[in-house]
T-cell receptor, first 114, second 110 residues
Framework: NAGVTQTPKFRVLKTGQSMTLLCAQD?????MYWYRQDPGMGLRLIHY???????AKGEVPDGYNVSRLKKQNFLLGLESAAPSQTSVYFC?????????????FGPGTRLTVL | KQEVTQIPAALSVPEGENLVLNCSFT??????LQWFRQDPGKGLTSLLL?????REQTSGRLNASLDKSSGRSTLYIAASQPGDSATYLC?????????FGAGTILRVKS
């Protein structure tokens, strides 16, 4: 039981490049989330999904897209990376509504956009 | 706007000391409150989750309390150890979103 895994762990992009971050969970959780963490600002929700085939915007969705084609996977895409997207990205999952059963987090992806 | 504030931003204590971390939230209509631990370069580990109907939760040397009416929660750590050094995050659930505080960086000196 690996829990929540994220790929890759580190990535450096140039402005304008695109990339996809992959999140996978093996706990059969319905809900999955993408957050970004910036110094002094805590975690902010980018997008989330309440089940396979569904996605919804969070607090800071601009510049990102997501897909949930399979229940166990949640992908975060950056179509044209900007330096403001330099951050640590965390994926999380939960069995039911946000936090009711507790969210489980992945180890994070550190992204630098030059 | 729903905001979560954690005080202090950083704390340094000698080993063995009991300590309290504070979390306050502006909107008292919460579903629950969760305390997380984050080690440098790592993800978040859930420590305690308090449902809105509960007043406190305990796990080992950790005790978290919740006072919805005043918009406050505290995390009490007894007999602190160097291994407790980490960033502690408070997160409040408001229905369809989890709002995080910026965290308290704790250092326990041996």
């Amino acid at each position: 039981n690996a829990g929540v895994t994220q790929t890759p762990k580190f990535r450096v992009l140039k402005t304008g490049q695109s990339m996809t971050l992959l999140c996978a969970q093996d706990m059969n959780h319905e809900y999955m989330y993408w957050y970004r963490q910036d110094p002094g600002m805590g975690l902010r929700l980018i997008h989330y999904s309440v089940g396979e085939g569904t996605t919804a915007k969070g607090e800071v969705p601009d510049g990102y897209n997501v897909s949930r084609l399979k229940k166990q996977n949640f992908l975060l895409g950056l179509e044209s990376a900007a330096p403001s997207q330099t951050s640590v990205y965390f994926c999380a999952s939960s069995y039911s509504n946000f936090g009711t059963s507790g969210q489980f987090f992945g180890p994070g992806t550190r992204l630098t956009v030059l | 706007k729903q905001e979560v504030t954690q005080i202090p931003a950083a704390l340094s204590v000698p080993e063995g000391e009991n300590l309290v971390l504070n979390c306050s939230f502006t909107d008292s209509a919460i579903y629950n409150l969760q305390w997380f631990r984050q080690d440098p370069g790592k993800g978040l580990t859930s420590l305690l989750l308090i449902q809105s109907s509960q007043r406190e939760q305990t796990s080992g040397r950790l005790n978290a309390s919740l006072d919805k009416s005043s918009g406050r929660s505290t995390l009490y750590i007894a007999a602190s150890q160097p291994g407790d050094s980490a960033t502690y995050l408070c997160a409040v659930e408001y229905g369809n979103k989890l709002v995080f505080g910026a965290g308290t960086i704790l250092r326990v000196k041996s």
